[in-house]
């Protein structure tokens, strides 16, 4: 029998991903998204960190667990942040979508933002998450003057239609189809963005539009 440990990443028993997420709950209550760390949970659960990342990937995946989150939207929208930016605003609402209407990850998002409306400790932790992997991500990738302002102006958008389509259910935005939302909704995100018109002026001169 060999005596050395193996190399590969412990799987864990049910339990322990359990007690994990226990943990990780009640400390992202208690300090806040940015104080909570993968390490520390791990510490208090009593499992290596590498456990940690093997169930939960990142801080961002263990957050949404914790909160019981099919899928986490700022995860979500960090990925699609890094394609295209000419086409990131129709593609991060057609992602979006994608996630409250699925009957698994929607039902969860709409709980949350009840309870968000319902529990200060709950609102803190979500404003914070998203204005920390969120807001400041996207800010980062479309650059320029203001663009966390502007970053956050189009994540305001994005929440408004989020609780006028999910929460509040009001016609016809409730019932309107995916293709005719995005279609309605991506100039108002991608002037939220700050971007410029790409259509050049009468008689070839400079593009209209507000510069950046």
Not at 186 to 210: D, I, M, N, Q, V
Request: include cysteine; charge should be positive.
């Amino acid at each position: 029998m060999m005596n050395s440990r193996s190399r590969g990443r412990r799987a864990g028993k049910p339990e322990t991903r359990t007690q994990i997420l226990d943990v990780a709950r009640r400390r992202f209550l208690k300090d806040g998204y940015q104080a909570v760390t993968l390490r520390a949970v791990a510490a208090e659960a009593g499992v290596d960190v590498a456990l940690v990342s093997y169930y939960f990937g990142s801080k961002k995946g263990l957050f949404g667990a914790a909160l019981a989150l099919a899928v986490n939207p700022a995860e979500t929208l960090a990925r699609t942040a890094e394609g295209d930016p000419v086409t990131f605003p129709q593609r991060a609402l057609r992602d979006l979508l994608a996630l409250w209407e699925d009957p698994n990850s929607g039902a969860p998002l709409r709980a949350l933002v009840a309870g968000a409306a319902q529990d200060p400790a709950v609102t803190g932790l979500v404003k914070e998450m998203l204005e920390r992997e969120l807001i400041d991500k996207i800010a980062g990738r479309i650059g320029g003057a203001d663009a966390r302002r502007r970053a956050g102006v189009f994540c305001a958008h994005i929440a408004g239609l989020v609780v006028t389509r999910y929460i509040l259910r009001l016609e016809p935005f409730a019932s309107m189809p995916s293709d005719e939302l995005i279609r309605t909704y991506t100039p108002s995100l991608r002037l939220a963005l700050g971007e410029t018109s790409r259509r050049p002026a009468p008689g070839g001169g400079p593009r209209s539009g507000p510069t950046r």
